[in-house]
């Protein structure tokens, strides 16, 4: 089952822009991840961020989160053409280390 | 560090046949891994969870008949889908995690599947 909703679904953006990709779920956390998708491949980790932390950085992403409203954002600052990919969130609940994943946002990034 | 194969990346088979999906740990050993199914332009949906040596949790809904699981040593894990029809047809994803670790998981490339 997916955790959540991820907004906005598709993000159409140029080069240097940042883009702002948000992510709401429905339970208590231990901690929510994103992770990166280029078309027909496997997943890469971001971030991960812990249901203690409010803000994480690394490199060109930052992370948020608001457990009072249950919800994540990543911000991609000065995007780059390769960035173009899909972004998921992920959320670890409980005792057991299951990924949940959003819907997934699709990123272009335009030359 | 943490590499995980899938093989083969790309299979295609008639309806009815059964096809292995083999997920590898290549420089790490893992103690669990997960399973995955991806449709085109959705989200990736948790099939199970697999433990080595013993037998996977299944999420609801997936057939355990139908989607076979081994995990035989804390390298590999295995996906048959039995008796494949064309809705099986979808980009199987594995990842894993380190035995020293917790939280994070590592993922496959993701094989292709296409049942005619």
């Known amino acids: 089952s997916q955790q959540g909703e991820e907004d906005p679904q598709a993000l159409s953006i140029q080069e240097g822009e940042n883009a702002t990709m948000n992510c709401s779920y429905k339970?208590?956390?231990?901690?929510l991840q994103w992770y990166r998708q280029n078309s027909g491949r496997g997943l890469v980790h971001l971030i991960l961020i812990r249901s203690n932390e409010r803000e994480k950085h690394s490199g060109r992403l930052r992370v948020t989160l608001d457990t009072s409203k249950k919800s994540s954002s990543l911000l991609i600052t000065a995007s780059r053409a390769a960035d173009t990919a899909s972004y998921f969130c992920a959320t670890v609940s409980g005792g057991y280390n299951k990924l949940i994943f959003g819907a997934g946002t699709r990123l272009a990034v335009h030359p | 560090g943490a590499v995980v194969s899938q093989h083969p990346s790309r299979v295609i088979c008639k309806s009815g046949t059964s096809v292995k999906i083999e997920c590898r740990s290549l420089?790490?050993?893992?103690?669990?891994m997960f399973w995955y199914r991806q449709f085109p332009k959705q989200s990736l949906m948790l099939m199970a969870t697999?433990?080595?040596?013993?037998?996977?949790?299944?999420e609801q809904g997936v057939e355990k008949d139908k989607f076979l699981i081994n995990h035989a040593s804390l390298t590999l894990s295995t996906l048959t889908v039995t008796s494949a029809h064309p809705e099986d047809s979808s980009f199987y994803i594995c990842?894993?995690?380190?035995?020293?670790?917790?939280?994070?998981?590592?993922f496959g490339p993701g094989t292709r599947l296409t049942v005619l």
């Open positions: 990842s894993a995690t380190h035995l020293a670790g917790y939280n994070e998981q590592f």
């Open positions: 339970t208590s956390i231990n901690n």
């Open positions: 697999s433990n080595e040596g013993s037998k996977a949790t299944y």
């Open positions: 420089d790490f050993q893992a103690t669990t």
